[in-house]
């Protein structure tokens, strides 16, 4: 039981934390005026771009995606590969309204990059047993 209490804090809790901890340091909050920043309380310090702005994405998407894995208790049912793939087509299709303004926020590629990479990390480390079933059955089929 401890273990799966390790792997939620390290693939759910430390994600959302340091991407919090990024957006909100970095970035600032916007409390009351919209112009007006709380925080940014390291934006003295220089950090790439993709970090501040792209990096949190990613991290709060790789958590929402493990969330999903929990919720159904890591049973790969239908209703969880349904989960799955509505979050997964909903990130990018979100990021996509932007671009033609049918949703607030700004329409950034790297984005749609971070939501790949978030979702290949929560396939290489969840999917791992199903990888080495196809890799076998791609071996049978060859010989």
């Not at 709380?38 to 990096?55: A, G, Q, T």
Request: charged share 15%.
């Amino acid at each position: 039981m401890l273990r799966n209490y390790n792997k939620i804090f390290l693939h759910i809790f430390v994600p959302i934390f340091c991407g919090t901890t990024i957006y909100v340091f970095w970035r600032g909050l916007h409390l009351i005026d919209p112009e007006e920043k709380v925080f940014p309380l390291f934006s003295v310090i220089n950090i790439p771009d993709w970090i501040k702005y792209n990096l949190p994405d990613g991290l709060w998407f790789y958590a929402l995606l493990t969330v999903l894995l929990y919720i159904w208790e890591n049973n790969f049912s239908e209703c969880f590969v349904i989960w799955l793939f509505l979050a997964i087509i909903l990130s990018y299709i979100s990021e996509v309204l932007q671009e033609y303004h049918f949703l607030s926020g700004t329409f950034d590629f790297k984005d749609l990059l971070a939501y790949t990479i978030a979702s290949s990390i929560f396939y290489f480390f969840n999917f791992q047993k199903l990888n080495q079933q196809l890799l076998l059955t791609f071996k049978i089929i060859i010989k």
